[in-house]
């Protein structure tokens, strides 16, 4: 894999705490959580960016989730001239369902066929496109899951229920700071009568990552 850099775009909560119970009452902020506030204090105390301005970009985040992602890999099942538009430019793609990208980062979209799984990883951060799933997953964030989907990506699959057969090519793509990817899942067998809404109510942050498929409800 090409050496790239990343931005650490990182949760507002650290998964330890998650994964300890720590409720609202006695939440504890995690250190990236504590970094950021103490930047955006720093900012607004030197006067280079307004309180007004973070809260702004905060309600941007926060509106993203699963669904927009969601939208377009149902629109690419059904428009075969949308699939091939967001399988060549996934970020143009994605503006045409107005989807908008609130950063300069590109978005390339990788279909899983009978012959290819793909699986989206950050190997050094959390890198991760926000703009058309929202916040990241905790278990993304790990250094188990970012080090193991490369080297035994089957392994990592399996525990999440996953299993590939042998014959079918697995392939990791490394997210960078500049460049974000987003797994197209196969269309479930059995849907073929479904209305795009009734597809997108399928598609789960998860497949599009690439650890789990789309099955029926």
């Avoid at 703009?131 to 188990?144: C, F, H, M, N, S």
């Avoid at 797994?183 to 942050?205: C, D, H, I």
């Amino acid at each position: 894999m090409a050496e790239h850099h990343h931005d650490h775009d990182h949760d507002h909560r650290d998964h330890d705490q998650a994964a300890a119970g720590i409720g609202s009452g006695d939440y504890v902020p995690g250190y990236f959580e504590m970094l950021e506030m103490s930047v955006g204090e720093l900012l607004v105390e030197r006067r280079l960016i307004g309180a007004d301005e973070i809260r702004r970009q905060i309600e941007v985040l926060d509106s993203r989730t699963p669904a927009l992602g969601a939208k377009a890999v149902a629109r690419a099942w059904v428009d075969a001239e949308f699939k091939k538009r967001l399988l060549a430019n996934g970020r143009g793609a994605c503006e045409e369902l107005g989807i908008s990208f609130y950063d300069d980062t590109g978005l390339i979209v990788l279909e899983n066929t009978d012959d290819v799984h793909n699986l989206v990883v950050c190997t050094l951060c959390s890198c991760y496109p926000r703009p058309v799933l929202g916040l990241p997953p905790d278990w993304y964030k790990l250094k188990p899951y970012r080090a193991r989907a490369v080297t035994e990506p089957r392994a990592v699959l399996a525990e999440f229920g996953t299993i590939i057969p042998d014959d079918v090519e697995v392939r990791v793509s490394d997210s960078t700071a500049r460049v974000r990817f987003l797994v197209l899942p196969k269309r479930p067998k059995g849907s073929e009568n479904f209305s795009e809404e009734q597809l997108a109510a399928l598609v789960t942050r998860d497949s599009m990552i690439g650890v789990v498929p789309v099955e029926l409800k």
